[in-house]
C-alpha cells in the first residue's frame, strides 16, 4: 500500500492538488493500491492552529512514502513574526525530513514552445534538469539575525556548506546525468565565496566516480546569462540552496509557463516531496483558473522516485502531452486569442486522457 500525505496548503494550492487527486484516482479505479491522507500546512494550517507545521502533519508525513504538496503563503501572513509564516513551514519539513536533493525539471513541451518568452527557435527541444541542494547554505546558515551595531541595525546571514552535504548532493547529480546526456554543470560563485570555492573543489573530487560524465563549472551570474542566450547547452545544472531557488524560477519562464513545472525533494531514504515549483498564487486564487498541470506533473514525479512505478510517470506525463496536443489551455499557457479552460476542465481532460491511454 503506497501512502501519500497530501498537503494542499494555502491560494490556489486545494484547487490544483484536487485535480492531482482526480488523476490518482483513476490508477486506483484501475486497482493501484493507495492511500491519501490530507494535513494542514502552511497558512491554512496557521489559521487553524497558530503553526505552519504542526506537530501531526510532520508525523504524517514521516509515516508516508511521499508527500504531495499544493503551495503555501498569501499576503495575509507576512505581518506574522516570522516563525509563524507560511515559508517556515515549508523550510522545517525539508529540513526535518532531511530533504537535500531538489529535482527541478525545466522542459518546454513542443505545443507550448510558442509560449516561452524567447523565440521558440532558443528553446523547442529544451530540457534541462536543476538539481537543487535544499537543507543547507544561507537558508540554514548561523548566525544570522537583525543586530544593532554603533548604532544602526545590521542584517547577516551566513553561507555555509560542509564538505559532506556537497558531496551527497553532488552524486545525485552526476547519477541524474549518467541517466541523462551525461553533462553536468556545477553552479558557484568561487571567484568570491570561499563556501563555493569549496563547492566547487568537492564536486570535483565526487566526479572521480563518475568518468562518463563530462563535468564544467560555471560562475553564477555568467548561468544567469547562458541560461537566456543558449539555454539548451545545459543537460542537468547542479547548484546550492540559493542559486538554485534563483535559477529555477529564470529557468520555468524559458518554458512557456510556471504553471508547467514539477518538482520533487528527495532524502536518502528515497522518501520524497512532490510540489509545483509555482508559488500559491493568491491574486487567481479561488477563481478556477489555475493551471493545475504542475501538480499533476508532480504525481508523475512522485511515481518515478518515491515508489518505483516509473511506468505510471511515463503514462500521466503522456497524459498531460496528448491533453495539450488536444489544444486545451489554461490562462497561464494561452496565446493571445485562444480559448481557455479551467482548472477543473484540465484536470477532468487529463484524467480522460490517462483512461484513454490505457484502454
Ligand atoms: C521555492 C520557494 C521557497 C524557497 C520559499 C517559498 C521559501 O521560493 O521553493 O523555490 O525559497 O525555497
Ligand atoms: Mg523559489
Known amino acids: 500500500m503506497i501512502r501519500i500525505a497530501v498537503l494542499a496548503g494555502d491560494g490556489i494550492g486545494p484547487e490544483i492538488v484536487n485535480e ?15 492511500q491519501t491522507e490530507a494535513a494542514p500546512v502552511g497558512g491554512a494550517a496557521v489559521d487553524l492552529t497558530g503553526d505552519p507545521l504542526p506537530e501531526a502533519t510532520l508525523a504524517l508525513c514521516r509515516a508516508s512514502h511521499a ?68 537543507t543547507g547554505d544561507i537558508y540554514f546558515g548561523e548566525p544570522r539575525g537583525i543586530r544593532i551595531d554603533h548604532g544602526e541595525r545590521v542584517g547577516f546571514n551566513t ?72 539555454p539548451r547547452q545545459f543537460d542537468v545544472m547542479l547548484t546550492g540552496n540559493i542559486f538554485g531557488d534563483i535559477l529555477s ?23 520524497g516531496m512532490y510540489e509545483p515549483i509555482h508559488g500559491s498564487a493568491p491574486d487567481i486564487a479561488g477563481k478556477g483558473i489555475a493551471n493545475p498541470l504542475a501538480q499533476i506533473l508532480s504525481l508523475a514525479m512522485l511515481f518515478r522516485h518515491s515508489v518505483d512505478r516509473a511506468d505510471l510517470a511515463a503514462r500521466i506525463e503522456t497524459a498531460v502531452e496528448r491533453t495539450l496536443e488536444a489544444g486545451l489551455r489554461t490562462a497561464d499557457i494561452a496565446l493571445p486569442g485562444e480559448a481557455v479552460v479551467s482548472t477543473s476542465q484540465m484536470g477532468d481532460a487529463v484524467a480522460r486522457a490517462l483512461v484513454q491511454g490505457h484502454a
Request: hydrophobic letters at 45%; one cysteine or more; charged letters at 25%.
Open 20 to 34: 492531482a487527486l482526480k488523476v490518482l484516482d483513476v490508477l486506483r479505479s484501475e486497482g493501484l493500491e493507495v
Open 67 to 134: 508527500i504531495l504538496f499544493g503551495a503555501i503563503g498569501g499576503p495575509q501572513y507576512d505581518v506574522l513574526p516570522r516563525e509563524q509564516r507560511p515559508e517556515r513551514g515549508l523550510l522545517r519539513l525539508r529540513k526535518q525530513l532531511d530533504l537535500f536533493a531538489n529535482l527541478r525539471p525545466a522542459q518546454v513541451f513542443p505545443q507550448l514552445a510558442a509560449a516561452s518568452a524567447l523565440k521558440a527557435e532558443v528553446v523547442a527541444g529544451l530540457d534541462i534538469l536543476i538539481i537543487r541542494e535544499l
Open 159 to 230: 553561507m555555509i556548506y560542509s564538505e559532506s552535504e556537497i558531496r551527497r548532493v553532488a552524486h545525485v547529480g552526476f547519477q541524474s546525468a549518467m541517466r541523462r546526456n551525461r553533462r553536468l554543470c556545477s553552479i558557484d560563485k568561487m571567484n568570491v565565496l570561499e563556501s563555493t570555492q569549496l563547492w566547487r573543489d568537492v564536486v570535483t573530487e565526487v566526479h572521480a566516480e563518475y568518468p562518463d560524465v563530462a563535468l564544467s563549472h560555471m560562475l553564477v551570474d555568467n548561468a544567469a546569462m547562458q541560461l537566456v542566450r543558449n
Open 249 to 271: 524560477d529564470e529557468a520555468s519562464m524559458l518554458t512557456g509557463s510556471i504553471g508547467m513545472l514539477p518538482s520533487a525533494s528527495l532524502n536518502s531514504a528515497g522518501q
